[in-house]
C-alpha cells in the first residue's frame, strides 16, 4: 500500500513536528498528548493536517490502536533534526550578547543534584543574571539523550564518554570516601587502603546510576562483595549503612549531608588516589552558546576548588564514637 496522500498547500507548524515526534516516542496516541498536554483529538488532528501537508500516511490502525509507519518513523526523524536546528537558532538569539537570556535548561545526575547543583546555580545567576533556570534531574543515559536531542543545554554529570556531538569540562575530581557506622573495624583508622574492602559487604546503588558502575570496578578489582538492595538514591543507601546493613563508597561531595554528625556514619579518605569519579558539565558541540557554556564550566571549576582548598577530610580519632562523621566538602 502507498504511503502517499494529497499534498496541501503551506508548511507544517514546529508544533505539529512536536506532535510527530512525541508519537513516534511513545507510541500511543493517548501518552503523546499528555507528553505535549494536550487533548488527544487536539493531537490526531494535527496529525492528520501533518499527513496532509507532507503527502505521507504517518499512521496507521491496527486492530483497536494505531502504529507509526515506517514512512512517519523517517519523518520523526526529520523532525527531531528541524526541532534541533530551530532550538539552536533561539539559543543563537538568547546568547549573541555577552550574556545568556531566556531559559537555560539544566539537568544533573542524582548522586551529584543535591550536592553540587545549588553552588552551581550560584555562580550562573552571578554571571548570567537574565537567565530562567529550568532544572531536572536525570540518570546519565537519559541525561546524553536529551542533550542531543536538544531538550537541554547543560549537563551535570560524571565520567563522560567521548560523544560527536557533546563538549564538556571537568569541573570537579571528587574522590571516593568510604562510610561505614563508627562501630566498625576500619573506624579507627586515618585512611584506608582499596585492599581493606576484601570480604567487606558493599551496598551499591540500583541498576541505572554511574556511580554503581564506578563502585563495581573497585569491589571487583580486590573481591569485595558488592549487594544490591534496592537503594534508589545515596540516602537510602547510607541509612542501610548506618543500620549495620554493609559499607559504602560515598562521592566526598555528598558526605557533607549523608555523612554529617548525627548520621550514624563515619567516613574515612582511601589512601589510593584512583578511588575517585570525575564530574563535568556537559553541552552541545553545535550550540551557538558553546563558547559561553566552557566560560562557565571553567567558572565552576574554580569556584569549587576555591570551596574544597581547606576542607580535605581530616584524620580520625582512635576511638570514633557514634556522632563521628568525618567529610570532606
Known amino acids: 500500500m502507498s504511503t502517499r496522500t494529497n499534498v496541501a498547500v503551506g508548511r507544517p507548524t514546529i508544533r505539529q513536528l512536536e506532535y510527530l ?43 483497536r490502536g494505531i502504529v507509526v509507519t515506517p514512512a512517519g518513523r523517517e519523518l520523526a526523524e526529520r523532525a527531531r ?9 533561539l539559543e543563537w538569539g538568547r546568547s549573541s550578547t555577552d550574556g545568556l ?14 550536592y553540587l547543583l545549588a553552588r ?10 537574565e537567565v530562567l533556570l529550568c532544572l531536572d534531574e536525570l540518570r546519565a543515559s537519559a541525561l546524553v ?42 573506624a579507627r583508622q586515618p585512611s584506608v587502603a582499596i585492599d581493606d574492602l576484601a570480604g567487606e559487604t558493599v551496598l551499591l546503588l540500583e541498576d541505572g546510576h554511574c556511580l554503581r558502575c564506578q563502585v563495581l570496578k573497585v569491589c571487583r578489582s580486590v573481591g569485595a562483595r558488592e549487594v544490591s538492595k534496592g537503594g534508589t538514591s545515596l540516602a537510602t543507601i547510607c541509612q542501610m549503612v ?14 557533607p549531608i549523608e555523612a554529617r554528625r548525627g548520621t550514624g556514619i563515619v567516613v ?36 569549587l576548588a576555591d570551596a574544597n582548598s581547606g576542607s580535605a577530610p581530616s584524620p580520625a580519632s582512635s ?7 568525618t567529610a570532606a566538602g
Not at 533534526?81 to 537558532?89: F, G, I, Q
Not at 542533550?147 to 537541554?152: C, D, I, Y
Not at 556531538?165 to 568510604?178: S, V
Request: proline share 7%.
Open 242 to 255: 548506618a543500620a549495620g546493613m554493609g559499607v559504602t563508597l560515598l562521592p566526598t561531595s555528598a558526605a
Open 268 to 303: 574515612r579518605p582511601f589512601s589510593d588516589v584512583t578511588a575517585k569519579r570525575q564530574l563535568a558539565l556537559v553541552w552541545r558541540r553545535r550550540s551557538p552558546a558553546a563558547p559561553l557554556y566552557r566560560e562557565l564550566a571553567e567558572l565552576i571549576a574554580a569556584r
Open 145 to 186: 539523550e536529551a542533550l542531543v536531542a536538544a531538550q537541554l543545554d547543560l549537563g551535570l554529570m560524571a565520567e563522560p564518554e567521548a560523544h560527536d556531538d557533546l563538549a564538556h569540562t571537568i569541573i570537579l575530581e571528587d574522590p571516593l570516601l568510604l562510610a561505614m557506622a563508627p562501630q566498625h573495624r576500619l
Open 120 to 129: 552551581m546555580l550560584a555562580v550562573i545567576n552571578e554571571r548570567h543574571p
Open 101 to 114: 537570556g531566556g531559559p537555560l535548561r539544566i539537568a544533573a545526575i542524582p548522586t551529584a543534584a543535591p
Open 81 to 89: 533534526a528541524v526541532l534541533r536546528d530551530t532550538d539552536e537558532m
Open 21 to 63: 515526534v512525541a508519537l513516534d516516542a511513545h507510541g500511543h496516541i493517548g501518552r503523546a498528548a499528555a507528553a505535549c498536554f494536550v487533548s488527544q483529538p487536539t493531537l490526531s488532528t494535527q496529525i492528520r493536517q501533518l499527513e496532509r501537508h507532507l503527502g505521507v500516511t504517518i499512521t496507521e490502525r491496527v486492530g
Open 319 to 325: 576511638k570514633p564514637d557514634v556522632g563521628d562523621a
